[in-house]
């Protein structure tokens, strides 16, 4: 997919992902281990004629309840594809902001987060792609020597009304 023409562009994919979702989530907390897979529903809303798109979502971990708000963007000014994350398990008390670009079916964004033992930040790269009906939103975590590991992931299905 490329935005280049007033058709197809970054607002008309958030156009694309609005609505209610429901699907399995699988988090990792150490690297290749699967630590949870849970049910996971949520709502995609367009705010400000477009421009922004909110993706409200709600599952569990352990059995506890989780919820989470991811908010997307593009600026054209900047040209690039601007988040804000908040969720009731990984985040805590902060706001994660991530930049990126667009990427095939969709957009990467990367942001960063600090450790809470006191050493350099981590980065969070997100990856959201939708393809018809089926939307993955997959996250790594990246140590700051720069090793990856899949954290978060996401395949969810468009509820039909």
């Not at 600090?114 to 975590?141: F, H, K, Q, S």
């Amino acid at each position: 997919m490329t935005f280049s023409n007033s058709i197809d562009t970054p607002h008309h994919f958030f156009a694309r992902m609005a609505g209610n979702w429901r699907g399995t989530s699988k988090l990792w907390l150490e690297p290749e281990k699967l630590a949870e897979e849970a049910q996971i529903v949520g709502t995609i809303q367009l705010l400000l004629e477009g421009r922004f798109a909110l993706f409200l979502y709600q599952g569990s971990i352990e059995g506890e309840a989780q919820h989470g708000m991811f908010t997307f963007g593009y600026n054209t000014t900047l040209e690039q594809f601007e988040t804000s994350w908040v969720d009731s398990f990984h985040t805590g008390t902060g706001i994660m902001f991530c930049i990126g670009a667009e990427k095939e079916n969709g957009f990467a964004v990367t942001g960063s987060y600090p450790d809470p033992t006191g050493g350099p930040d981590w980065n969070w790269r997100t990856e959201v792609e939708l393809i018809a009906d089926e939307l993955m939103v997959t996250a790594y975590n990246i140590s700051p020597e720069g090793g990856e590991a899949k954290a978060v992931e996401a395949k969810l299905m468009r509820m039909q009304k």
